[in-house]
Nanobody
Framework: QVQLLESGGGSVQSGGSLRLSCAASGANFRYSCMGWFRQAPGNEREGVAHIDREGRRSYADSVKDRFTISQDSAKTRLYLQMNNLKPEDTAMYYC?????????????????WGQGTQVTVSS
């Protein structure tokens, strides 16, 4: 079955960096849209970064120029490089995938989710 497993979270000071990784298995993720979401206590889940089937990237305004989403060539690993972290970035971060996505389709809502990895940024 499809599995998404995040790693790389932790605690850093403001201005620090972390790299999240998501191992994807159980499907051919070449035909997927994938992304990172986060949820802080008391807040709704929000999209952070997204990469579509053709490799086009998009970011939430709050993380532009600080975070970078990428994939390996086989699309079995999804990464989120987070630089210049701020206390407001503190949240549980989730890897998500929409699969399958056929050629020409817009990315649908994600139908597979990981368990999450905690990121804590102290001031």
């Amino acid at each position: 079955q499809v599995q998404l497993l995040e790693s790389g979270g932790g605690s850093v000071q403001s201005g620090g960096s972390l790299r999240l990784s998501c191992a994807a298995s159980g499907a051919n993720f070449r035909y997927s849209c994938m992304g990172w979401f986060r949820q802080a206590p008391g807040n709704e889940r929000e999209g952070v970064a997204h990469i579509d089937r053709e490799g086009r990237r998009s970011y939430a305004d709050s993380v532009k120029d600080r975070f970078t989403i990428s994939q390996d060539s086989a699309k079995t690993r999804l990464y989120l490089q987070m630089n210049n972290l701020k206390p407001e970035d503190t949240a549980m971060y989730y890897c998500a995938a929409a699969w399958p996505v056929y050629s020409g389709m817009l990315c649908p809502q994600s139908n597979y989710w990981g368990q999450g990895t905690q990121v804590t940024v102290s001031s």
